[in-house]
């Protein structure tokens, strides 16, 4: 068990800090973060949503503060904690209820889960919530969904499940954003396990993938992205290589879509 409480306080505490250093240079091209600081290595204060037109948004966060992806996560955390187990949307929905200030959206929350706030607190049933999303693709529910994973430990499948259950809160089942984010799920699942390695985790990602659609294939892109890792000779060298094919500029959420921030992870 103590090896278990160290795998999950590493994949929430990673997740907390990785979201309080990367926000300081979300959206910034490589370049402009080698000019900037060479390689970011310590946490520092930034600003976000400054054009939202809320009193307070935009304003300067001190460093270590985290952004909307961990407010959805600790919303989740808060109902597995309150449940004492695994939970449905319905669930999820009633600490939203409770817990969510409205005022707050574009402030500490993003704009796009404001109309999901409100459909949720209308009376619409929380599995037909994320049907009113505008962005049917975003990370928000992959890059955010680390608790159901976790409370899921050791059971990929379950955890698919629950995924499936729980994301329709964010986004409809028919949105590949989902797809994404169940690979997430059973991935961390699956690296609760004692045995678990790169490989298996990466193995139950893939598994978990669907083909997809023409214009979406979740798997393929998962395969490309390792193809690419193989042809890399370092880290450095991969990402300059994602961002030949992510390059995306000019539309809402532009690098916040769940086939490049999860294949990037």
């Given at each position: 068990?103590?090896?278990?409480?160290?795998?999950?306080?590493?994949?929430?505490?990673?997740?907390?800090?990785?979201?309080?250093?990367?926000?300081?240079?979300?959206?910034?091209?490589?370049?402009?973060?080698?000019?900037?600081?060479?390689?970011?290595?310590?946490?520092?204060?930034?600003?976000?949503?400054?054009?939202?037109?809320?009193?307070?948004?935009?304003?300067?966060?001190?460093?270590?503060?985290?952004?909307?992806?961990?407010?959805?996560?600790?919303?989740?955390?808060?109902?597995?904690?309150?449940?004492?187990?695994?939970?449905?949307?319905?669930?999820?929905?009633?600490?939203?209820?409770?817990?969510?200030?409205?005022?707050?959206?574009?402030?500490?929350?993003?704009?796009?889960?404001?109309?999901?706030?409100?459909?949720?607190?209308?009376?619409?049933?929380?599995?037909?919530?994320?049907?009113?999303?505008?962005?049917?693709?975003?990370?928000?529910?992959?890059?955010?969904?680390?608790?159901?994973?976790?409370?899921?430990?050791?059971?990929?499948?379950?955890?698919?499940?629950?995924?499936?259950?729980?994301?329709?809160?964010?986004?409809?089942?028919?949105?590949?954003?989902?797809?994404?984010?169940?690979?997430?799920?059973?991935?961390?699942?699956?690296?609760?396990?004692?045995?678990?390695?790169?490989?298996?985790?990466?193995?139950?990602?893939?598994?978990?993938?669907?083909?997809?659609?023409?214009?979406?294939?979740?798997?393929?892109?998962?395969?490309?992205?390792?193809?690419?890792?193989?042809?890399?000779?370092?880290?450095?060298?991969?990402?300059?290589?994602?961002?030949?094919?992510?390059?995306?500029?000019?539309?809402?959420y532009a690098m916040s879509w769940a086939q490049e921030v999860i294949?990037?992870?």
């Amino acid at each position: 068990m103590d090896f278990l409480y160290d795998k999950v306080l590493g994949c929430l505490a990673g997740s907390n800090i990785g979201s309080a250093m990367g926000a300081a240079v979300e959206g910034w091209e490589p370049e402009r973060i080698e000019k900037e600081y060479g390689i970011l290595k310590e946490l520092l204060p930034y600003a976000h949503y400054g054009n939202y037109g809320k009193p307070g948004s935009g304003r300067m966060r001190p460093p270590g503060t985290t952004e909307d992806g961990i407010e959805r996560q600790r919303l989740m955390c808060t109902a597995i904690i309150e449940k004492g187990g695994r939970i449905t949307a319905a669930d999820l929905a009633k600490v939203w209820a409770r817990d969510i200030n409205p005022d707050w959206f574009g402030v500490q929350m993003e704009p796009c889960d404001e109309i999901l706030y409100k459909a949720a607190m209308s009376g619409i049933p929380p599995k037909e919530v994320g049907r009113y999303t505008n962005f049917t693709g975003i990370n928000s529910f992959g890059r955010s969904c680390h608790p159901i994973g976790l409370i899921n430990a050791c059971n990929p499948s379950q955890a698919v499940l629950d995924c499936y259950e729980v994301g329709q809160l964010y986004q409809p089942l028919h949105g590949y954003g989902l797809d994404y984010a169940a690979a997430v799920c059973a991935a961390i699942a699956e690296a609760m396990k004692p045995n678990a390695t790169v490989q298996s985790v990466v193995d139950v990602a893939m598994d978990v993938l669907p083909e997809g659609d023409p214009n979406q294939k979740p798997r393929r892109e998962l395969q490309w992205a390792l193809d690419l890792a193989d042809k890399s000779k370092d880290v450095w060298d991969l990402r300059n290589r994602f961002y030949e094919r992510y390059t995306g500029r000019g539309t809402p959420y532009a690098m916040s879509w769940a086939q490049e921030v999860i294949i990037k992870g």
